[in-house]
C-alpha cells in the first residue's frame, strides 16, 4: 500500500474512532483501538510509547486485574512491539518501550523469548547497534 494511502486510511481510522467516542466515550474497545492506531500511524513517536506505557499500568489497576491477566497483557504487548521492531529495528523509541516493557515487574521473563525473537534478527538489519545491546542486555 502506498504511504499516502496508508496515511489516508489511518486518518479515516482516527476519524470514525472520533465520532464513536463523541457518542459514547466510555466505549472501551475505542479507545484500546484508538491507543494502538496512534502508535501505528507513527512507529517512531516517543511520546505515544510513553503514553501507551503509562496508560498500560493504570487500565490494569482500574480493572482489579489478576497476576494471569497482567502477564497476559505484557505477553501481548510484546508481542506486538516485537511485530513493531521486525517493521524497524533502526527505531530507537521502540527498542526503548521494549526495555520498558520488560522492566515492569508484571512482564514475563525476557531471557529466553526475546533472545530467541533477537536471534532470529530481520535480514538486511545484521548491522543493527540495538539488536546487539538488547542481545547484551538480555543474556
Known amino acids: ?3 499516502k494511502t496508508a496515511a489516508q486510511t ?3 481510522e482516527l476519524w470514525l474512532l472520533s465520532k464513536m467516542l463523541a457518542l459514547d466515550s466510555r466505549n472501551f474497545h475505542a479507545w ?3 491507543q494502538s492506531t496512534i502508535v501505528i500511524t507513527n512507529l ?3 511520546s505515544a510509547w ?3 506505557g503509562q496508560l498500560l499500568p493504570g487500565l490494569l489497576h482500574e480493572r482489579r486485574a489478576t497476576d494471569e491477566e497482567r502477564k497476559k497483557t505484557f505477553d501481548a504487548e510484546l508481542k506486538f512491539i516485537t511485530r513493531a521492531l521486525y517493521t524497524d529495528p533502526y527505531d530507537q523509541s521502540l527498542w526503548f518501550y521494549c526495555q ?3 522492566s515492569n515487574p508484571n512482564a514475563p521473563s525476557p531471557l529466553e523469548q526475546e533472545i530467541t525473537s533477537i536471534e532470529d534478527t530481520p535480514d538486511g538489519a545484521e548491522d543493527c547497534k540495538y ?3 538488547a542481545w ?3 543474556s
Open 1 to 3: 500500500m502506498p504511504t
Open 10 to 12: 489511518w486518518r479515516a
Open 32 to 34: 484500546s483501538y484508538r
Open 44 to 46: 517512531s513517536n516517543f
Open 50 to 52: 510513553h503514553n501507551r
Open 100 to 102: 520498558y516493557l520488560l
Open 131 to 133: 539488536i546487539y545491546q
Open 136 to 138: 547484551l542486555e538480555y
